[in-house]
């Protein structure tokens, strides 16, 4: 049974920073690309950035690109996503997913088979 549990959301202003960590149990982290999206009310889950298995290459939304940083840690089976700069628009709760399969688009929600509870990320203007 793998396990995803995001952690370090909150509640913050407009331009502050915050870091989350999604721990994972229960599988070989270290073989598998790590994807975070996030969903806010009435909308549709959004890709917000994925990280390959070596940490090697990193992929970002349009929407958090140069603000948001994934990294993982493969010794603490654990990803991160740094967001900086954060604006309202940034609310959602976020969650992070291993993706099961090579290949395909990091984008692609079809392709991660496990997923954290989420984590709520509330941006005050």
């Known amino acids: 049974q793998v396990q995803l549990v995001e952690s370090g959301g909150g509640l913050v202003q407009a331009g502050a920073s915050l870091r989350l960590s999604c721990a994972a149990s229960?599988?070989?982290?270290?073989?598998?690309?790590m994807g975070w999206f996030r969903q806010a009310p009435g909308k549709e889950r959004e890709f917000v950035g994925a990280i390959t298995w070596s940490g090697d290459s990193t992929y970002y939304a349009d929407s958090v690109k140069g603000r948001f940083t994934i990294s993982r840690d493969n010794a603490k089976n654990t990803v991160y996503l740094q967001m900086n700069s954060l604006k309202p628009e940034d609310t959602a709760v976020y969650r992070c997913?291993?993706?099961?399969?090579?290949?395909?688009?990091?984008?692609?929600?079809?392709?991660?088979?496990?997923w954290g509870q989420g984590t709520q990320v509330t941006v005050s203007s």
């Open positions: 229960g599988r070989t982290f270290s073989r598998y690309a």
């Open positions: 997913a291993t993706k099961g399969t090579d290949g395909g688009r990091y984008y692609d929600t079809r392709l991660y088979d496990y």
